[in-house]
């Protein structure tokens, strides 16, 4: 079963809402061994027209909070970082005082053991050879072995010379 639309909801209301100002407005209905004249009857459906256009109301607002919401955030975003990292910084030592901005310190690096340094140096040397990274003094030792250059001029208009435009 297929939802339908507010669009459509809203205009199916306000049909029924004409119909009854329209056609029924000295008549009275029962509904639900309730009896209601037109006018209630009209009053009735128009909650139900105004709380579908309140909800278009919102709707339409809460997008256009999210849009101003979203450039704030990132028009901020590099401003915010750098005031909590001054944060950090100026209070480094105070837990209590960052808990008080709602920051958590930040945890220090732990000394690595020698395993963990030979372990490192391994990966930084395999991953240097495989992407031939060289440092200043190999690249320095790297020479060419060109002895010579012969330069052959091409003269316009010659047969063959393929001087022309392309496709001419």
């Known amino acids: 079963m297929v939802t339908p639309s ?26 639900s061994s309730q009896a209601y004249s ?6 009735r459906v128009e909650l139900s027209v105004q709380a579908e ?7 339409g607002a809460l997008a256009d909070a999210l849009t101003r919401e979203r450039q704030v955030r990132a ?4 401003f ?7 944060i950090e ?4 030592g105070s837990y209590t005082t960052l808990e008080e901005f ?16 030979i372990l490192m140096a391994a ?25 010579g250059v012969t330069i052959t001029p091409i003269v316009a208009g010659a047969a063959g010379s393929g001087g022309g435009k392309p496709g001419a």
């Open 38 to 43: 037109g006018a209630q009857l009209a009053a």
């Open 6 to 31: 507010r669009e459509s909801v809203l205009a199916e209301i306000r049909a029924l809402k004409a119909g009854i100002q329209k056609n029924m407005m000295a008549d009275t209905v029962t509904l």
């Open 123 to 147: 990966k930084n040397r395999a991953t240097r050879k495989k992407r031939g990274t060289l440092g200043k003094r190999q690249k320095a030792a790297i020479k060419g072995n060109v002895k």
């Open 75 to 78: 028009n901020e975003a590099e």
């Open 89 to 92: 910084s100026r209070y480094k």
């Open 102 to 117: 709602g920051l958590e310190p930040r945890k220090e690096r732990g000394a690595l053991t020698g395993e963990q340094k």
């Open 80 to 86: 915010l970082r750098q005031l909590r990292r001054t």
């Open 53 to 59: 256009l309140d909800v278009q109301t919102a709707r």
